[in-house]
């Protein structure tokens, strides 16, 4: 497709053009990335931003990224987590071949290269405790100060990291670390840690070890282990460069990859970071990782997102060397541009209003053309039956209206779609005074949506046919978080108490009640809509995935809030 190959060839922004000229003057044969997710958690958006990037740029330079678990925290991983990425990964478009790896692939070189830096003098077994360590650490404007073990001779870091390993002491006892510089001006370079003690069971190495490399240690040199060429990472990252690069130097690594930082993605009313998705999901705050609302992968994917308008809104987002946050909006914008291509059109009333045509003969019904796309003739049409009972959107009544409401009220003339012309004759109320039915009539020489005299309507209602629409749960979102406070200790508390809207008894099309109408549609001028998959035969659910228009950012101008 000419949207694809458009789509995938390489964009320009600074690491492009690095890789670009890297690629030109000879210094890498071809291009090695990866995406390194720890498996404790789902992915989400910001996510997708490493991940079109890593696989993007190999994609685009014919080289090959690597999905690798970092997954060197047995307590917090879980096998589960491993599936969701994997899933979501392939899901966005992106191909890892057969590049997939673990960091715990590399354990056992991971340990014999802390030996070498042990018997070079370059690390040490520290007895002091994590409390102690951390006030001995110094602060950015004040050094460290030098561990009182840490003059140990070689043979006997030697003896106790091999016992560490060994299993024989317990958790927190003694770490690894690398010998630096406890006066550095870069606080990661004050002797950071490389193993710590560990007895829990890792889902891959089972048994195997009590003594687990910190993130730091295996990170750089699980890179270098694969030949990843262009460690791409974010900004918080920079600071720790000295020390990647302090390893690659001090390692008989069979390759050395460099790192380079570029800005995280931060989305206005979203919280990326999985310590508090994973809050939310673990206090039942939200229905699990693929709550709609989320805004993890699979909770987009729930919420009928195409992984075009992901891939489409970073791209637009872009790569810069500087962090910033960006609207909400701009991600609706891409999800909207996707779906206005891609869906059919269907009807379906949320709030249902029965409207009766007086003059439409009992039991009559005609099968209208309806199309399916209106920018799409390939897309073709479908029939949608009319008859004398119809049920209209509420909302598109008023039985007093102000002068710029040109929808249903008394006396007035609307269009029907696809239908006739009708007139609201008669307003029908219960004992407490609510509108229950319009009694209405049509005028026959308007079928097609044209009057023969030419007189116009100000409004064209979508409707269905109360005979045949389907009943379905409609749920409506809103932001989880309204205006979430980045620095919070309680994120339950700042949900936003309207994020999700339950319509209990919307009335659709037939169509969208059958087995294989799972494609995304757009509900006519209501949003574009997905089937949820908590529908069940007889049950229909369907997600509105985003609204025709950014009403959000009207409302929140105004000030009044939502
Ligand atoms: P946490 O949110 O708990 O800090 P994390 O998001 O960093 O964790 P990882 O699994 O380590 O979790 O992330 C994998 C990769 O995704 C890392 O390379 C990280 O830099 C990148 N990444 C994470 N969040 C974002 C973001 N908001 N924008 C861009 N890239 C991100
Ligand atoms: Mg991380």
């Not at 520290?126 to 561990?147: I, K, V």
């Not at 460690?231 to 460099?258: G, Q």
């Not at 108490?497 to 919307?506: F, G, Q």
Request: with cysteine; aromatic share 10%; proline share 6%.
């Amino acid at each position: 497709m000419a949207d694809e190959t458009a789509e995938r060839t390489a964009g320009r922004d600074f690491i492009r053009d690095i890789v670009r000229a890297d690629l030109e003057q000879g210094r890498h044969r071809s291009v090695i990335t990866r995406f390194p997710p720890e498996p404790n958690g789902y992915l989400h958006i910001g996510h997708a931003k490493s991940i079109c990037l890593n696989f993007g740029i190999a994609e685009e330079f014919g080289g090959h990224c690597n999905l690798r678990m970092d997954d060197t925290n047995p307590t917090k991983e879980e096998q589960a987590y491993i599936d969701a990425i994997k899933a979501d990964v392939a899901w966005l478009g992106f191909s890892w071949g057969p590049h997939f790896h673990h960091a715990s692939d590399y354990f056992e070189q991971l340990f014999e290269w802390a030996v070498l830096l042990i018997k070079a003098g370059k690390a040490y077994v520290d007895d002091q405790s994590q409390e102690e360590m951390r006030l001995a650490r110094g602060t950015l404007t004040e050094p460290g100060r030098n561990s009182p073990f840490r003059n140990r001779s070689v043979d006997e870091n030697l003896d106790l990291f091999q016992r560490m390993r060994a299993g024989e002491f317990p958790n927190g006892a003694r770490v690894l670390r690398a010998k630096i510089d406890m006066a550095s001006g870069n606080i990661n370079l004050r002797d950071p840690v490389l193993y710590r003690i560990l007895h829990a069971e890792h889902p891959r190495t089972g048994k195997a070890w009590c003594i687990y490399p910190s993130y730091d240690y295996a990170h750089g040199q699980s890179d270098a282990i694969e030949g990843v060429t262009h460690s791409i990472c974010t900004l918080e990252f920079e600071d720790h460069r000295p020390l990647y690069d302090w390893f690659i130097e001090n390692l008989p690594v069979p390759a050395r990859p460099r790192q380079y930082e570029f800005a995280r993605l931060n989305l206005t009313h979203t919280i990326l970071s999985k310590r508090v998705l994973t809050e939310l999901v673990r206090g039942g705050h939200v229905a699990g990782w693929d709550d709609p609302r989320m805004p993890t992968i699979a909770g987009l994917r729930r919420r009928g997102v195409p992984p075009a308008a992901i891939r489409d809104f970073v791209k637009r987002v872009g790569v810069a060397k500087a962090n910033s946050v960006v609207e909400y909006g701009m991600l609706e914008f891409s999800v909207r541009e996707a779906l206005n291509r891609s869906t059919q059109r269907r009807m379906a009333v949320l709030r249902p209003l029965k409207v009766v045509i007086e003059n439409y003969p009992e039991g009559q019904v005609e099968e209208l053309d309806a199309v399916n796309h209106p920018d799409d003739p390939d897309a073709g049409s479908r029939k949608v039956s009319f008859s004398r009972e119809l049920w209209v959107e509420r909302d598109d009544f008023m039985e007093n209206p102000p002068k710029k409401f040109f929808r249903l009220s008394p006396g007035r003339e609307v269009r029907l779609r696809y239908g006739y012309f009708i007139t609201c004759r008669e307003v029908v109320k219960d004992a407490s005074g609510e509108v229950v039915e319009l009694r209405c009539t049509y005028d026959p020489a308007t079928r097609g949506g044209n009057a023969p005299d030419g007189r116009k309507v100000q409004a064209t209602l979508h409707w269905v046919s109360a005979a045949t629409a389907v009943s379905a749960e409609v749920r409506l979102y809103e932001h989880l978080f309204a205006n979430p406070e980045p620095d919070a200790a309680d994120f339950a508390d700042q949900i936003n108490p309207r994020s999700l809207e339950l319509i209990a008894d919307a009335r659709l099309e037939p169509a969208l009640a059958a087995d294989n109408a799972h494609e995304p549609v757009q509900f006519e001028r209501l949003g574009y809509f997905c089937r949820d998959p908590d529908s069940r035969p007889g049950r229909l659910v369907f997600n509105r995935t985003v609204g025709l228009r950014d009403t959000w950012a009207k409302v929140s101008r105004a000030g009044s809030g939502r």
